[in-house]
């Protein structure tokens, strides 16, 4: 007996299940305010899952529509992040969307996680008085 075969779906209306990890990695992107930046690291470690730069950063390619994507960048250094979309197109365009809310970049693509970061600004701290020197 000869099984019927199945009707493929085509890849247009493929609809991929959400995972629990992306759902509360979307949730932490949406919580980025306007004029705010985060990187993959913070929002994996918002979102429970430690050293997990690299879901966050593949939740992110496959989005849902209105979700502020272009608000999550790369980890640069201690003090900066950058634009890490190997598209030009689509880096061109967040850098875009990023500089409407008030980021800045350099002119070698750099944010200051201290001015623009979002938990890099709630995390300011006192400054300590300097020490007196004595002649």
Known sequence: MVKPRKKAVPK???VRAES???????????????????????????????????????????????LPWYRVVGKKDARRAQINIAEPEHAE??????????????????????RFGMLHAERKR???????TVP
């Not at 006192?126 to 007196?132: D, G, L, N, Y």
């Open 12 to 14: 247009a209306r493929r």
């Open 93 to 114: 365009l967040q850098r875009a969307r990023l500089e409407a809310e008030g980021v800045e970049l350099d002119e070698n693509g750099a944010i200051a996680l201290a």
């Open 126 to 132: 006192p400054r300590r008085p300097r020490r007196k």
């Open 20 to 66: 629990t990890k992306e759902t509360e990695i979307y949730a932490v992107v949406r919580a980025i305010p306007r004029g705010r930046i985060a990187t993959y690291g913070e929002i994996a470690e918002l979102a429970g899952i430690p050293l997990g730069h690299r879901v966050a950063a593949r939740a992110l390619r496959t989005c849902p529509e209105g």
